[in-house]
Structures are given as structure tokens and as C-alpha cells.
């Protein structure tokens, strides 16, 4: 069983920063990718961000130059740093990630619980 747990989410004033995190842990043979969703209510699912091994990360256009996702390999814990967040950033973030749990299975994916960030105006 792998669980993904995410951190840092809150409430932040517009143009201010905060720090995502997301450790992976249980079973875990190989970690091919991890990314970052957000929902908002009413909205659909958005990609922001995803960090496949040995690959440059991809970002959707809403936050390209204002999020970075990096990945700590001795931790398997993947992060999402958010400058100059914005009232539009206001959502629930969700990591998500591309797990071989055990030799010769297939890649599965799981998803955390998610996180709120609320950026006030």
C-alpha cells in the first residue's frame, strides 16, 4: 500500500508564497512521476505541474514562472513551491504520483487527500 500525505496548505495573502509538500511512503519499488492537480469548486480538474524521472517538469500555463515543482528522491516527497499566488489560485491541491510498488507490476497511481489553499484578495 503506498499513501501520499500532503502539506503546507493554508490561508495567504494575494502575491504572497507558500510551500507544498508530499511524502510518499508504504510500498514502494520504483517512483516513475509526480505532479501537482488543483480543484476548484464548480471547475474542473487542472494539471499544474509533473516531474517525471530523468525528464524537465511540465507546467500548465496558469502558473508557469510562478510554481516550481521539485522532488526529493531520497525521500520520495515531491513539493510545489507557489509565488505570487493569486485570489484565482484559491483551491484544493492534490499530489499525485506514478508508483511501481513492487518488482514486475505495472505503474499504479495514486492520489493524497488533497490540501486547501486559500489566497485572499
Known amino acids: 500500500q503506498v499513501q501520499l500525505v500532503e502539506s503546507g496548505g493554508g490561508l495567504v495573502v494575494a502575491v504572497g508564497s507558500m510551500r507544498l509538500s508530499c511524502p510518499a511512503s508504504?510500498?514502494?519499488?520504483?517512483?516513475?512521476?509526480m505532479a501537482w492537480t488543483r480543484q476548484s469548486p464548480g471547475k474542473q480538474p487542472e494539471l499544474l505541474a509533473r516531474?517525471?524521472?530523468?525528464?524537465?517538469?511540465n507546467y500548465a500555463d496558469s502558473v508557469k514562472g510562478r510554481f516550481t515543482i521539485s522532488r526529493d528522491n531520497a525521500k520520495n516527497t515531491v513539493f510545489l513551491q507557489m509565488n505570487s499566488l493569486k485570489p484565482e489560485d484559491t483551491a484544493v491541491y492534490y499530489c499525485?504520483?506514478?508508483?511501481?510498488?513492487?518488482?514486475?507490476?505495472?505503474?499504479?497511481?495514486?492520489w493524497g487527500q488533497g490540501t486547501q489553499v486559500t489566497v485572499s484578495s
Open positions: 499525485n504520483a506514478q508508483i511501481v510498488p513492487v518488482w514486475g507490476m505495472l505503474g499504479i497511481d495514486y
Open positions: 508504504g510500498s514502494i519499488f520504483r517512483l516513475i512521476a
Open positions: 516531474l517525471t524521472s530523468g525528464a524537465m517538469p
